[in-house]
C-alpha cells in the first residue's frame, strides 16, 4: 500500500499505445467519500472511442479510462455512516479513471454488491440497466403485453434491454447478426431471435412479431437495419436511438413519422442525469433496490487482466462480443 496505486494514463489521447501504466500515491478520501480498490472494470464501446479522442466530448488530459467500476471500500473520509472498510460496491454513478487500483467516489452513490455475484458481473451493470431503463421506461414509456424489437441484442445495453423488457412483461424479439449471438439472446429469454440479413428481413420481423410490428425499437446500433426497422414498427411505434456502434450514422425521410404515427426517439443518459437529476436519482434508487434483491444480473462477456487494457479497449470497440468486456484490476 505504502508503494501506492497503479492507474493506466496517457496525456495524448489519440492511440492507446500512448498509454501506459503508472503508479500514483493513494488517492484520499475526503468529506462524504470513499475509496475503492478497484477489482473490475467495465469496457463499453463508449470507453473505447473516448480512450482514442473519438468521443463527441474531448477527454482533458492526462487521461485515465474508466467510467464503471465494481470493488471493496478500503478507506473511509469524515461525514460517512452506515459504511464499513472491506465491503463490496459499485458506484451508482460514473466514476473517474476507472482503469486503476483505487478510484474516490461520493459515498451517497454506492450500492452493495450481492454476496453470490462476482466483481466482473458488478462491474458490467450500471451503465448498461441504467441506459435501458432510461431508454424503455422514461423515453419509451413501456407497458406490458407491448413487442419490443432489440437490436444489438448480444451487446451490453442489448442485453439489459431484453432482460428488462421481459421483467416489464413485453413480448421481446432479438437481431443479431450471428447464430452464436442469437443463441446469447435466446438464454437471455427473448421469445424469437432473427438474423441480421436484409433480404427479406422485414417479413422475418413480422413473422417473429406475431404478424405485426414492435410497439419499441431498442437501437444502439443504428446500422443498415436503421430504415427498415422504423418502416416496421406498429402504430404509435417508437424507435430508440442510443448509439451508432453499426457504423455511419443513418438518416430518415421526415414523412415516414407521420406515415407510421410513430415517434424517433433520442435516448442521451449523459443529458438526462445533468438536465434532469430528480428523475436520474429515482432510477439509480430503483437499481440500487434491484441489486438489494438479486434481481439484477448483467451477462460477463471477455475479460482481460489489467495490464491488457489495450486488447480490452480494442475488444469492446470491435462489436463482436457477448456481453460487457471487463477490465480485471486484481
Known amino acids: 500500500m505504502s508503494a501506492g496505486g497503479r492507474v493506466i494514463r496517457t496525456r495524448t489521447v489519440r492511440a492507446l499505445d500512448a498509454y501506459a501504466i503508472e503508479r500514483e500515491p493513494l488517492p484520499v478520501p475526503g468529506s462524504g467519500e470513499v475509496r475503492l480498490r478497484v477489482r473490475a472494470c467495465g469496457v463499453g464501446y463508449v470507453d473505447a472511442l473516448h480512450a482514442t479522442g473519438r468521443y ?15 470493488g471493496e471500500i478500503d478507506a473511509i473520509g469524515p461525514d460517512v455512516e452506515g459504511l464499513s472498510v472491506g465491503m463490496r460496491v ?60 432489440v437490436l444489438g441484442a448480444a451487446g451490453g445495453v442489448g442485453s ?7 421483467q416489464s412483461g413485453a413480448r421481446v424479439v432479438a437481431a443479431a447478426s450471428s447464430e452464436a449471438k442469437r443463441d446469447f439472446a435466446r438464454q437471455l429469454g427473448v421469445d424469437a431471435a432473427i438474423d441480421t440479413d436484409p433480404e427479406g428481413w422485414r417479413e422475418r420481423l413480422t413473422d417473429a412479431c406475431g404478424e405485426s410490428g414492435p410497439d419499441i425499437v431498442v437501437d444502439p446500433v443504428c446500422g443498415p437495419l436503421f430504415e427498415a426497422a422504423f418502416r416496421s414498427l406498429a402504430w404509435n411505434g417508437r424507435h430508440l436511438v442510443i448509439g451508432f456502434t453499426g457504423g455511419p450514422i443513418p438518416s430518415l425521410k421526415a414523412n415516414l413519422p407521420l406515415l407510421k404515427g410513430a415517434m424517433l426517439v433520442g435516448v442521451d443518459v449523459r443529458q438526462f442525469n445533468l438536465k434532469q437529476p430528480e428523475s436520474a436519482e429515482a432510477n439509480r434508487a430503483r437499481l440500487r433496490a434491484w441489486l438489494a434483491q438479486d434481481a439484477v444480473h448483467a451477462p460477463v462477456g471477455a475479460t482481460f487482466p489489467f495490464d491488457r487494457f489495450r486488447d480490452a479497449l480494442d475488444h469492446a470497440a470491435s462489436g463482436a462480443g457477448l456481453g460487457k468486456t471487463v477490465l480485471l484490476v486484481d
Open 160 to 166: 439489459a434491454a431484453v432482460q428488462l423488457a421481459k
Open 56 to 70: 463527441q466530448l474531448a477527454a482533458t488530459v492526462p487521461f485515465t479510462p474508466g467510467v464503471e467500476v465494481a
Open 90 to 149: 459499485i458506484p451508482l454513478i460514473s466514476v473517474r479513471g476507472g482503469f486503476a487500483d483505487h478510484v474516490l467516489v461520493s459515498a451517497a452513490q454506492i450500492a452493495r454488491i450481492p454476496d453470490g455475484m462476482a466483481f466482473a458481473e458488478a462491474a458490467a451493470i450500471r451503465a448498461n440497466w441504467l441506459t435501458a431503463m432510461h431508454a424503455l421506461v422514461d423515453r419509451g414509456s413501456l407497458r406490458a403485453g407491448e413487442t419490443v424489437l
